[in-house]
């Protein structure tokens, strides 16, 4: 087996987090071969089922946290009664409110022996959509002090704010410019609808381009 790791590419956030690993003439054991010879998409798929899937029970537990943090941000700087940041943080709750429900079902399906599938789409498009629009609203929030990034990073480029900076710019800079990736990561958004109106709602396919002359 000869992995070569490319060198990564820089984020909006200036960080650097992509790799890619090549396989070159890799060769596996017969009984290591998952899911069968010449499967591999099916197995891809149960795998990207559980990638989509796994946070969306406790996703919710974070956004709720985060928006928490948000309000707090909003109120401090004197804008939460303003008609349209009140407007949208409304709006925002009451995502999280349904993120919270979406998750409890996916918690009480997965305790019934249903393991995450398509309907990973759900959540996956549910919680990176929100995103973007909960990080731009702490970019209205914090006005011009949005407008230079110094400080301290989120610790994380996935998922919510820094809990531990509460109030601090920077950290919120960072979230808003991570939350932009969220909805092409794991499957853009594009995909994601795709699947839930093919393979759930039970949609007509997409047309598929013609097969290539020989
Ligand atoms: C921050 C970040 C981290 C990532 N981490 C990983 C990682 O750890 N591991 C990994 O393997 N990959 C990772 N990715 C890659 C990511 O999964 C892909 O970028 C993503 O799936 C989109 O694929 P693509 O870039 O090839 O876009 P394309 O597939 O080229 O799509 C381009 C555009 O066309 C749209 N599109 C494509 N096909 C369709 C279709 N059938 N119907 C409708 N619209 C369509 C897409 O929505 C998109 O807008 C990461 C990406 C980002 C941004």
């Known amino acids: 087996m000869n992995p070569g790791l490319s060198s990564s590419d820089k984020m909006i956030s200036g960080d650097s987090e992509f790799n890619e690993v090549f396989y070159t003439d890799a060769r596996v ?20 089922g559980y990638e989509r899937g796994e946070a969306a029970a406790t996703g919710p537990i974070h956004f709720k946290g985060e928006f928490a943090r948000l309000l707090k941000m909003a109120q401090d700087r004197g804008v939460a009664n303003d008609p349209v940041i009140r407007q949208k943080l409304a709006w925002c709750y009451s995502k999280v409110q349904i993120m919270g429900f979406l998750g409890q079902r996916v918690l009480t399906q997965f305790l019934a022996g249903h393991h995450p599938g398509p309907d990973a789409a759900i959540g996956k498009l549910q919680w990176s959509e929100y995103h973007k629009v909960v990080t731009e609203l702490a970019m209205d929030i914090l006005g011009a002090d949005a407008l230079h990034w110094e400080g301290r ?14 109030n601090d710019p920077s950290s919120w800079i960072g979230t808003f410019l991570n939350a932009r990736a969220g909805t092409i990561y794991a499957g853009s958004s594009q995909i994601q609808r795709n699947i839930i109106g093919e393979m759930i709602l039970g949609l007509p396919k997409e047309p598929r381009p013609p097969a290539p002359t020989k």
Do not use: T
Request: glycine share 14%.
């Open 29 to 48: 054991p017969k009984d290591n071969v998952i899911g069968g010879v010449n499967n591999g998409w099916a197995v891809a798929m149960s795998l990207l």
């Open 153 to 166: 990073k989120p610790p994380s480029s996935f998922g919510s704010d820094d809990s531990g900076a509460l």
